[in-house]
């Protein structure tokens, strides 16, 4: 069961050159129990989609399409695929008429009067591309008064004496409802319609850190400098439940223990910890209500190789003991090769590939991908020159036409360079952003 969907999220900051497309189309499922590695070079857009999921970006991001889904039942979850493709094929089928009236328009000859329709058309063309919870309770209209209907109509009839088959046809018309309506949608309790985002609203501040928790990158900065670090995880913990000052130190004793640091040092400050220290002190604060989702981002960043390495066994051994759903963030492949369950690859704001870490690994299907794990030593197989990507990520202002990676791309051809290419899937679970990917796979995957 996903615990986590993120289905087409363009998150994007409004700067004064124009817009900075950090997170473009985005799609990504995270289940339960599950441990999800997120790589790429720095300014990707990784910790954009962090930030998108746990609904914590600056004053300048605005969300422009997609969805985060968290949560959910089994119930819903049984029917939010059925709804999904049932709206995608009513919203590709606008999509497409409303392409044809643009290309029709833009033909016509430029009036003012044509301008204001090619505008109002392109918005539309733009919104069924990337479609919000919105979109779909649209094209899902009739469904969704159907519903509501049905579960009027049930209610009455229970309430005049119904039997228990009557209770169990209104749980399912619920669970229908709710996948219809895109129940569980974050984006769509705080986006505004003009694509910012609420700077607070209750029912998402119930979900934030109590459901879904964050350790933020760099744990020198993360801790404030005048509070002990005990208390601020105290804190944390009594803005979210109703406890004594006693029983939150009481909890914050068993994170300590749980993380590798002594009981004694809850009432240092921060700048009494060691670098590996702060960053346990981090992750205890995560823990510390019990999240279904927990986050890190960069969780190794200024430690020294000994620090991390020890660092990444507590947090697997952490996903084992708390059965945990983790998304770990970083710009080292060694580094969530050996935690995570499955590996997503980002560049220049998109997922280029993603599978299990075996796959990633035994057979790279996306150039990119071939980069990064040339760019680190192994300790298997031959010694071999460590080889860097020739050139600099793009500009996510302006980024390049077709592949967004073709400029840096050894196997780039002429279509790289004007088609964006779309997800090729040779294998189940395993997914590529490259039009010669299906190749690739024939030839058993890229390797240096």
Known sequence: MHLLSVRNLRTYFRVHQGWVKAVDGVSLNVDSGETVGLVGESGCGKTTLAYSITQLLPSNAYVFGGQVLFGGSGGID??????????????????????????????????DETAKQIKVLEDQVDLLGSPLSATYRTFLADE????????????????????SALKKQLRDARDRLSAATQEGDLIDITRRPDGRLREYHPKLNAIRWKQISIVFQGAMNALNPVYTVGAQIVEAIRAHEDVSPEAARHQVEKLYRLVGIPVDRIDNYPHEYSGGMKQRANIAMALALNPKLVIMDEPTTALDVITAAKIMDEILALQKSLHMT?????????VVAKVADRIAVMYAGQIIEESSGDHIFSRTLHPYTQGLLGAFPSIKGQRRRLEAIPGSPPSLLTPPAGCRFHPRCKYAQEICTTTAPPYVAPEVDHRSLCHFSQDFFAQGGLHE
């Open 144 to 163: 969704i008064r159907g519903l509501n209907q049905q579960i009027a109509d049930l209610s009455r009839r229970i309430e005049s004496g119904g039997d």
């Open 78 to 111: 049984r029917y939010r695929l059925e709804y999904w493709r049932t709206a995608h094929e009513r919203i590709a089928a606008a999509r497409g008429g409303a392409q044809a009236e643009l290309a029709r328009v833009r033909a016509s000859g430029q009036t």
């Open 326 to 334: 983790i998304i770990i963030i970083s710009h080292d492949v060694s």
